[in-house]
């Protein structure tokens, strides 16, 4: 049958597929058009209306879980996303992908395992009027299409039963088919960590958070890149020898922890600039990593004061704990008003 009512089809058949179809196609030609925009914007528009946000309303008024079109649309969406953050995906990234934000994915959702869910739900949800305009002519059969969704649902998600109160609400039926991390190939420690990290509290915010330039949030293409490709487990570089001397992997994690990597050397420099503009606005001349002074294990203090401090004694300050100790020997009221950005730092300082 090719029936279709304001614009859902009504049954199984040639009217479901033609509609999967149509979506099919301007998915293609709206993925087409996403490599051309810089990255952070494309991820936006991909995951928030033109993945499966464009299909939501077909999952929930026709039976498709069956349907051979919705394997090639998440063929299209996982070439789509891989074009956009120029990484390349395995079937063990894309299922990651494919999952929420805040279960650790990047909430490109799998069409092939939303559309059951979202088509118990609409049934669940009008499973009350449709007694109701039915009883008067006897017939309250159940529909086989309810059964054919619930068999599809149970074969990727629990029991039916857990979400027995909340049949009408989508997410209670789609969270029974989110894969636990622990069933990813996550064999090695580092992949175990990177898994719990991604589905803790807030690591994934950056997702949610809209591209405005003005207020330094839209990511550069590269950034968006290795974001991803650490939440995700994706090679993001080439194997080679860091200017430190270690190798670095296929994954680029030596990055985050070499003393000479250029972001380091920012971040560093950066809290030196704060220290000493602290201890400058309270009217003691320092300088910044002063050249000669070494402590026992050979490592150069941050910045020191070039008169006493207090009982005779200069100050030498180092980031970590040493910042804590500084702050709290230099006046409260100095410090907050010579930079306001250290007052949570101040406020938590024991008394």
Same mark, same amino acid.
């Given at each position: 049958m090719e029936?279709?009512?304001?614009?859902?089809?009504? $049954?199984q058949g040639p009217a479901v597929e033609l509609a999967l179809q149509t979506k099919l196609e301007d998915l293609n030609r709206a993925m087409s058009r996403l490599t051309m925009l810089h990255s952070h %914007?494309?991820?936006?528009?991909?995951?928030?209306? *033109?993945?499966?946000?464009?299909?939501?309303?077909?999952?929930?008024?026709?039976?498709c879980c069956d349907s051979p079109v919705l394997p090639q649309i998440d063929a299209a969406l996982r070439?789509?996303?891989? !074009?956009?953050?120029?990484? %390349?995906?395995? %079937?063990d990234?894309?299922?990651?992908?494919? *999952?929420?934000?805040?279960?650790?994915?990047?909430?490109i959702r799998s069409v092939t395992t939303l559309a059951p869910s979202a088509f118990l739900a609409s049934a669940a949800s009008t499973l009350t009027l449709q007694d109701a305009m039915l009883a008067q002519f006897g017939n309250t059969a159940h529909d086989p299409a309810i059964t054919r969704s619930t068999v599809a649902w149970s074969a990727m998600a629990n %029991?039916?039963?857990?979400?027995?109160? !909340?049949?009408?609400?989508?997410?209670a039926w789609d969270g029974g088919c989110h894969i636990e991390t622990a069933k990813f190939s996550a064999?090695?420690?580092?992949? $175990?960590?990177? *898994?719990?990290?991604?589905?803790?509290a807030h690591p994934g915010d950056w997702l949610h958070a809209a591209p405005i330039s003005s207020t330094s949030l839209r990511l550069s293409n590269e950034a968006i890149r290795v974001a991803v490709g650490h939440r995700l487990g994706i090679n993001t570089c080439q194997p080679h020898e860091c200017p430190c001397g270690k190798q670095v992997d296929a994954r680029g994690l030596h990055g985050?922890?070499? !003393?000479?990597?250029?972001?380091?050397?920012?971040?560093?420099?950066?809290?030196?600039?704060?220290?000493?503009?602290?201890i400058k606005r309270a009217q003691v001349p320092a300088t910044r990593e002063p050249v000669g002074l070494f402590r026992s294990d050979s490592k150069r203090p941050d910045g020191a004061t070039q008169i006493p401090w207090a009982a005779g004694p200069e100050a030498n300050c180092w980031h970590g704990m040493s910042l804590s100790l500084t702050l709290m020997q230099t006046p409260t009221s100095i410090a907050l008003q010579s930079l306001p950005e250290l007052q949570p730092i101040i406020q938590q300082q024991p008394s």
């Open positions: 029936m279709t009512l304001l614009g859902a089809p009504v $049954q %914007d494309a991820l936006v528009l991909l995951k928030n209306s *033109l993945s499966s946000p464009k299909l939501l309303y077909t999952l929930h008024t026709s039976e070439d789509g996303l891989s !074009r956009i953050l120029n990484v %390349d995906l395995s %079937d990234n894309w299922l990651q992908a494919s *999952l929420p934000v805040k279960n650790g994915g990047l909430g %029991d039916v039963e857990t979400v027995s109160e !909340r049949r009408h609400i989508l997410k064999t090695s420690s580092i992949d $175990q960590a990177r *898994l719990l990290a991604a589905v803790s985050l922890t070499c !003393r000479k990597a250029t972001a380091r050397q920012q971040r560093h420099s950066y809290l030196n600039e704060i220290l000493w503009r602290s």
